[in-house]
């Protein structure tokens, strides 16, 4: 059986530090042993180089073994039995006797083997007991403290008192995962590190990836030897995923780092809020150092009692600023604002505007209007800050501290506006409101240089060995907006959106106001000219037709041809334009008709006007066919008009040399658009017209063929849509040239 390790030694040449396989090193600390069980077989498949240190037995002898075989039918029972009860990962460690030798074991599971990690377990001075006291002691002193600070302090100092490790420090990240020793305990003849920031690159991606799985991590010597990590050689690329290891080897990157800091031993506990990486508890110390699972559990328990009491504390915190901005937010509601532009100025000059989100400066812009009240860039500068907003949020909400992250040219009014909390009031304009905060100049100290926080050189990546002071002045950036000052911020924008709308209403109702005027008085000019058109003017032209047939009658006067046809032309054009005032008047008075609906016979209706147009249709040797039609609810007369002109029409454009042929039928129920329609077909075969026009042939005095040949207003299918109006229903129209025309028309079945 061929044996090999698992080591993996590409990390010593990296050449970025966010690449470094962490999770896989190959290799463990040597202060416990590790075998790897396949889930299946329970055969031993990997096995650390040092088991011989701890048992009797090498790693040799143990690979390709049973784990029963080498450490007994009970032990292997013990162990399924706390796999089976899911304790895995959890905060109960297996005890076992192993080979007459007591452990404390932890059991995980990566992909198909079952991780066996196990160390010595020896009698300590500090007794579990001890640690409860010491826990119960520090949950009694917990809840005398307020701030969030006030308690990461209580906890440093705690767990310095369990552990025992020279230096504790809660260690908080910003949103860039840049860190801040936030909370420190440390023994007295050490330098402090408290406030001291260190770049993101100290802890890289990866490595903040482990520490939300892995929630304890202890190195109990920082200069131990790796172990590596050994399996059967059966031609397979095998790898040992460690990252929920106990006994994970560290990075020797971040060993070297440590090296260069002094420090001997490690205890980082992650502290976890709403499932982010919120900080660490760090501990060092400057020799080796191990500690019982006991006082790790101690540890790790105080690293639950700061994450569950984040909201809390920083709610406390929180509570002085939210309550002045909810007392501004409260005083601005309250004012009764006309719905007029100058509203606008009377909240900008409003001191509580400024105050519900602890700014310096606001802006309100309206219908392209800036209105502006305390520090705030100028006017060009705000309309090209908007326009940039409106496009980079979509008509959104958007805060900053920091602006020229987002607009490097946003630099030049730093001074007034290096943050801004902006709230989109429409989605169609820049209608928006802008809180502004000034640059406020802040000091951080670095621990080194965070530029040089990585060196690289032909033989790889180097962490830096320099943790001087390192000053930075930030520029451009405003103090951080708390939530409160964000939430009075939404709350008054959308108070503020209410009023937008109603000065929008208002603006329209006025300008909807002043046209129904404009519109009555226009309505009022036509219904004048009407009079004139219908009445006024048709007793001239029944004199002109009166005298023209009197000269027509008169036999024995001698008149030429010429002035013959000339009074013929008189009297035909006085005739048709006496027919056009009667339709125009039938136009007109149907949208003042108030007649009731009722249901109506359709072939009783028909029978009417055939009646009413026996000589044209005795004329043309027309034939209509009529076949059963339902009953529709309409109003008579409206009917019967529309259905005269309809048969009219089919009538005029037939072909001279052809019967006409006109057909009414009932084409059923049709729905459109969830409405119900009873639907009629009126059809000719006479000259029909192109498709295209089957719109147009409705408006009024609209005419698809001369004068000359066919006679007519170009009224009568206006007439016969706005009847259809009335009676909230539909014409359509279809035409084939020399082939016909149809006219569908939809009744609706409700009427209310």
């Given at each position: 059986m061929n044996i090999k390790d698992i080591v993996n030694r590409d990390i010593v040449n990296l050449t970025n530090c966010e690449f470094e396989p962490i999770h896989i090193p190959g290799s463990i600390q040597p202060h416990g042993f590790l075998v790897g069980v396949n889930i299946h077989s329970w055969k031993i498949d990997f096995c650390s180089g040092n088991i011989q240190d701890y048992i009797p037995t090498t790693h040799q002898g143990v690979l390709g073994t049973d784990f029963k075989a080498l450490f007994g039918?009970?032990?292997?029972?013990?162990?399924?039995?706390?796999?089976?009860?899911?304790?895995?990962?959890?905060?109960?460690?297996?005890?076992?006797?192993?080979?007459?030798?007591?452990?404390?074991?932890?059991?995980?599971?990566?992909?198909?083997?079952?991780?066996?990690?196990?160390?010595?377990?020896?009698?300590?001075?500090?007794?579990?007991?001890?640690?409860?006291?010491?826990?119960?002691?520090?949950?009694?002193?917990m809840n005398a403290t307020h701030t969030l600070k006030e308690l990461c302090q209580m906890v440093v100092k705690g767990t310095r008192e369990i552990t025992g490790y020279d230096r504790v420090m809660v260690y908080r990240f910003d949103k860039d995962y840049n860190g801040e020793v936030f909370a420190e305990s440390v023994r007295e003849d050490l330098e402090p590190f408290l406030g001291l920031h260190y770049p993101h690159t100290d802890i890289p991606i990866q490595a903040?990836?482990?520490?939300?799985?892995?929630?304890?991590?202890?190195?109990?010597?920082?200069?131990?030897?790796?172990?590596?990590?050994?399996?059967?050689?059966?031609?397979?690329?095998?790898?040992?995923?460690?990252?929920?290891?106990?006994?994970?080897?560290?990075?020797?990157?971040?060993?070297?780092?440590?090296?260069?800091?002094?420090?001997?031993?490690?205890?980082?506990?992650?502290?976890?809020?709403?499932?982010?990486?919120?900080?660490?508890?760090?501990?060092?110390?400057?020799?080796?150092?191990?500690?019982?699972?006991?006082?790790?559990?101690?540890?790790?328990?105080?690293?639950?009692?700061?994450?569950?009491?984040?909201?809390?504390?920083?709610s406390n915190e929180e509570y002085e600023v939210a309550r002045k901005s909810n007392i501004a937010l409260e005083k601005l509601n309250a004012l009764h604002l006309p719905a007029k532009e100058d509203a606008f100025q009377t909240v900008i000059q409003n001191e509580n505007?400024?105050?519900?989100?602890?700014?310096?400066?606001?802006?309100?812009?309206?219908?392209?209007?800036?209105?502006?009240?305390?520090?705030?860039?100028?006017?060009?500068?705000?309309?090209?800050?908007?326009?940039?907003?409106s496009v980079f949020t979509d008509a959104d909400t958007f805060s900053t501290e920091k602006l020229i992250d987002f607009?490097?040219?946003?630099?030049?009014?730093?001074?007034?506006?290096?943050?801004?909390?902006?709230?989109?009031?429409?989605?169609?304009?820049?209608?928006?409101?802008?809180?502004?905060?000034?640059?406020?100049?802040?000091e951080i100290n670095w621990a080194g240089d965070p530029n040089k926080a990585i060196v690289k050189d032909v033989n790889g990546l180097y962490p830096r060995n320099s943790f001087k002071l390192y000053r930075e002045i930030v520029k451009c950036q405003s103090k951080l907006w708390l939530q409160p000052e964000l939430n009075a911020g939404a709350n008054y924008a959308h108070t503020l959106q209410k009023q937008f709308n109603l000065l929008i209403i208002s603006q329209e109702e006025e300008k909807y106001r002043k046209l129904s005027e404009l519109l009555k008085e226009t309505n009022s000019e036509l219904e004048n000219i009407n009079w004139i058109s219908t009445h006024d003017l048709q007793e001239p032209?029944?004199?002109?037709?009166?005298?023209?047939?009197?000269?027509?009658?008169?036999?024995?006067?001698?008149?030429?041809?010429?002035?013959?046809?000339?009074?013929?032309?008189?009297?035909?054009?006085?005739?048709?334009?006496?027919?056009?005032?009667?339709?125009?008047?039938?136009?007109?008075?149907?949208?003042?008709?108030?007649?009731?609906?009722?249901?109506?016979?359709p072939h009783d209706v028909l029978v009417e006007v055939l009646s009413d147009l026996h000589e044209m249709i005795n004329e043309k040797q027309a034939v209509i066919q009529i076949e059963t039609l339902p009953s529709i609810t309409g109003i008579?007369?409206?009917?019967?008009?529309?259905?005269?002109n309809l048969i009219q029409n089919s009538l005029k454009y037939s072909f001279p040399d052809k019967t006409p042929i006109v057909t009414i039928t009932s084409l059923g129920i049709h729905e459109i658009n969830s409405n119900s329609f009873q639907v009629l077909e009126f059809s000719d075969n006479g000259i029909g017209f192109e498709q295209q026009f089957a719109e147009n042939i409705f408006n009024i005095f609209s005419r698809l063929h001369t004068q000359e040949f066919y006679k007519g207003s170009g009224v009568g299918l206006a007439l016969c849509k706005k009847i259809m109006q009335v009676h909230k229903g539909i014409i359509k129209a279809e035409g084939i040239e020399n082939q016909g025309a149809k006219f569908k028309l939809y009744f609706p079945l409700n009427q209310e």
């Open positions: 039918d009970k032990q292997e029972s013990e162990v399924k039995d706390y796999i089976a009860k899911n304790l895995l990962l959890s905060s109960s460690p297996l005890k076992l006797e192993l080979l007459e030798r007591p452990f404390l074991c932890t059991v995980h599971k990566s992909n198909e083997t079952y991780i066996f990690e196990a160390e010595p377990s020896e009698d300590n001075s500090k007794k579990l007991a001890d640690v409860y006291d010491q826990t119960s002691q520090f949950l009694s002193y903040r990836e482990l520490y939300m799985k892995n929630l304890l991590r202890l190195i109990v010597d920082i200069n131990y030897t790796p172990v590596p990590l050994y399996t059967v050689d059966n031609g397979e690329d095998k790898n040992l995923d460690l990252s929920l290891s106990v006994l994970r080897s560290t990075s020797p990157i971040h060993v070297e780092y440590l090296q260069n800091m002094g420090v001997g031993a490690t205890l980082t506990i992650s502290l976890i809020h709403k499932n982010k990486l919120w900080g660490l508890i760090a501990c060092h110390h400057y020799s080796e150092k191990n500690l019982t699972p006991e006082i790790r559990l101690a540890s790790q328990l105080q690293g639950h009692f700061i994450t569950s009491q984040i909201d809390i504390r920083q505007l400024l105050e519900i989100c602890n700014a310096s400066g606001v802006a309100i812009i309206f219908n392209n209007t800036i209105y502006k009240n305390g520090l705030t860039p100028d006017e060009n500068n705000i309309h090209k800050l908007i326009n940039w907003l607009l490097p040219n946003a630099d030049d009014y730093c001074e007034e506006a290096s943050g801004i909390l902006y709230h989109s009031l429409s989605i169609d304009s820049n209608d928006c409101i802008i809180w502004f905060r000034p640059e406020s100049l802040t032209l029944r004199k002109i037709q009166m005298l023209s047939s009197r000269l027509l009658g008169k036999e024995d006067e001698e008149f030429s041809e010429t002035v013959i046809n000339s009074v013929q032309r008189m009297n035909n054009s006085a005739q048709r334009m006496q027919t056009l005032l009667i339709d125009i008047l039938k136009y007109t008075k149907i949208q003042h008709v108030n007649d009731s609906f009722e249901i109506v016979n008579p007369f409206l009917m019967k008009q529309l259905f005269t």
